[in-house]
């Protein structure tokens, strides 16, 4: 069960895109369309806002979008705003029946 | 209103043991799957336990033989049986409903 790996940080200035990897295995990411994505701002519970790798939760913002390609899922923060400030953490479910997070991605708004 | 609020964290010597309680308010707990997530202090998330409506439970290999997870539907909460704790435990323990609604954690600290 390893992690999913993602990059440590992404950057992007008031009004970009920016997207996010995350890298698994055939095992996870890449067995079935099961990935979730949270947003977690310092000293907060973490945030769904993603489900089933494009599904947003009711209410949130179509400036979160995700999509697949092989083994690594993405997720893509268009038209960056100051409170995209935040750590970012994918997660899928496994053929084993389990689920597995990514390693967290830093988001920072310059 | 939806929510889940934990309970049981605390300070626990290794090797000891501690129960985790998630009483759930605004939806019958039983009918969605439930997890365990945790947070080491400055570190990452990482799941830890799940069991869906059907009563089917799996675990993280970290914790596998260790943890138990488990639910009263008579009393709509989802309990966290913890066992051998060792230091690497150490981490503020949520309560997942769905992926969607998380509980605001509590602190397990495993120390001599």
């Known amino acids: 069960q390893s992690a999913l790996t993602q990059p440590a940080s992404v950057s992007g200035s008031p009004g970009q895109s920016i997207t996010i990897s995350c890298t698994g295995t055939s095992s996870d990411v890449g067995s079935w369309n099961l990935v979730s994505w949270y947003q977690q701002h310092p000293g907060s519970v973490p945030k769904l806002i993603l489900y089933e790798g494009t599904q947003r939760p009711s209410g949130l913002s179509t400036r979160f979008s995700g999509s697949k390609s092989g083994n690594t899922a993405f997720l893509t923060i268009s038209e960056l705003q100051a409170e995209d400030e935040a750590d970012y953490y994918c997660c899928s479910y496994t053929r084993s029946g389990t689920f597995v997070f990514g390693t967290g991605t830093k988001v920072t708004v310059l | 209103e939806v929510q889940l609020v934990e309970s049981g964290g605390g300070l626990v010597q290794p090797g000891g043991s501690l129960r985790l309680s998630c009483a759930a308010s605004g939806f019958t707990l039983s009918a969605f799957y439930m997890s365990w997530v945790r947070q080491a202090p400055g570190k990452g998330l990482e799941w830890v336990s799940v069991?869906?409506?059907?009563?089917?439970?799996d675990y993280a290999d970290s914790v596998k033989g260790r943890f138990t997870i488990s639910r009263d539907n008579s009393k709509n909460t989802l309990y966290l049986q913890m066992n051998s704790l060792r230091v690497e435990d150490t981490a503020v323990y949520y309560c997942v409903a769905d992926q969607n609604v998380w509980g605001q954690g509590t602190l397990v600290t495993v120390s001599s």
């Open positions: 069991t869906n409506s059907g009563g089917t439970t």
